[in-house]
């Protein structure tokens, strides 16, 4: 078992940055892959970034290439997402999530929200 918990979420500025956390608990972390989501009202939930479990290897939508990036720190049992030239439609619940596959989809969190103004 895998529980996720994130942080970083908030309200910013269009072209602000934030930093999403998430906190993993579990021996195993070091070994699953972990990406983010977004789901804003009334929309599907949708990938953001992913990432595999030794990290070199990330994937991205589309709309966040060359704004995101995504890391990992092993150590921290920790994800992140850093959010640069941040658009009011990034705006959304953000989940991060942890499975065996890519992108995965095994284990959830909460959710933060982040909301951009325009």
């Known amino acids: 078992q895998v529980q996720l918990v994130e942080s970083g979420g908030g309200l910013v500025q269009a072209g602000g940055s934030l930093r999403l956390s998430c906190a993993a608990s579990?021996?195993?972390?070091?070994?699953?892959?972990m990406g983010w989501f977004r789901q804003a009202p009334g929309k599907d939930r949708d990938l953001v970034a992913a990432?595999?479990?030794?990290?070199?290897?990330?994937l991205y939508a589309d709309s966040v290439k060359g704004r995101f990036t995504i890391s990992r720190d092993n150590a921290k049992n920790t994800v992140y997402l850093q959010m640069n030239s941040l658009k009011p439609e990034d705006t959304a619940v953000y989940y991060c999530?942890?499975?065996?596959?890519?992108?995965?989809?095994?284990?959830w969190g909460q959710g933060t929200q982040v909301t951009v103004s325009s």
């Open positions: 999530a942890a499975g065996r596959n890519m992108p995965p989809t095994d284990y």
């Open positions: 579990g021996r195993t972390f070091s070994r699953y892959a």
């Open positions: 990432i595999t479990w030794s990290g070199p290897n990330t």
